[in-house]
């Protein structure tokens, strides 16, 4: 089964710089790959998806990439706030099922 | 606000005691999954309704655990006979059935935290 990689350090970065995270899957490609943002004691909140035959999608102050030949997606949030302060979990479909697997999470924190 | 509603928020109780979980999803959402996250680890799934038919379960579901969605609204999740491993955040999801893939972002309650003494 798909085995999804996350950076389990905490990503410590200063306000206004740009923040990168990491998301790496093992085995076949996924059809799409989902970002969410989790806060302490909160459910996950949907960020961004991107389909495998996309190659960068955007939202404001945030954007996605997927390169399907190393395997991974990166994770950008510009001009970074401390409230951007949180968990971001990436979840893709594995296993030959639809629904999405999560990895376990990168902490960022932002300083001021 | 309407979205995903879970209770109760917290639940506390002793080894062996049966509890009971609820879900409120998304009104027009036919979709509903539950997800188990423990600290420091994302939410493993462990079993989702399309209306009110169970189409999947993980294995991470033993007979302990029964889910229910009787009228393709609210869902229960009942777990027998606790045990000190079932201590975890208890997360419950909807989404729409559509698009490509069955792509649809899941919309997530906060879930029921639930201890084990």
């Known amino acids: 089964s798909q085995k999804i990689e996350q950076n389990s350090e905490a990503l410590n970065i200063q306000e206004g710089k740009t923040a990168t995270l990491t998301c790496n899957y093992t085995?076949?490609?996924?059809?799409?790959l989902q970002w969410y943002r989790q806060d302490p004691g909160r459910g996950p909140v949907f960020l961004l998806l991107i389909r495998e035959n996309e190659k960068e999608k955007r939202k404001e102050r945030l954007k996605v990439t997927f390169d399907t030949t190393l395997k991974q997606s990166l994770f950008h949030i510009t001009a970074s706030q401390p409230a951007d302060s949180a968990t971001y979990l990436c979840?893709?479909?594995?296993?030959?099922?639809?629904?999405?697997?999560f990895g376990r999470g990168t902490s960022l924190i932002v300083h001021p | 606000d309407t979205g995903v509603s879970q209770n109760p928020r917290h639940k506390i109780t002793k080894r062996g005691q049966n509890v009971t979980f609820r879900c409120d999803p998304i009104?027009?959402?036919?979709?509903l999954y539950w997800y188990r996250q423990t600290l420091g680890q994302g939410p493993e799934f462990l079993t989702y309704?399309?209306?009110?038919?169970?189409?999947?379960k993980s294995r991470l579901l033993s007979d302990r655990f029964s889910a229910e969605r009787p009228k393709g609204s609210f869902s229960t999740l009942e777990i027998q006979r606790t045990e000190q491993g079932d201590s975890a955040m208890y997360l419950c999801a909807s989404s729409l059935v559509g698009g490509t893939g069955d792509n649809q972002p899941q919309h997530f309650g906060d879930g029921t935290r639930l201890s084990i003494l």
């Open positions: 979840a893709l479909p594995s296993g030959g099922s639809y629904i999405p697997t």
């Open positions: 085995n076949y490609s996924p059809a799409y």
């Open positions: 009104s027009e959402h036919n979709r």
């Open positions: 309704f399309q209306n009110e038919a169970q189409l999947e």
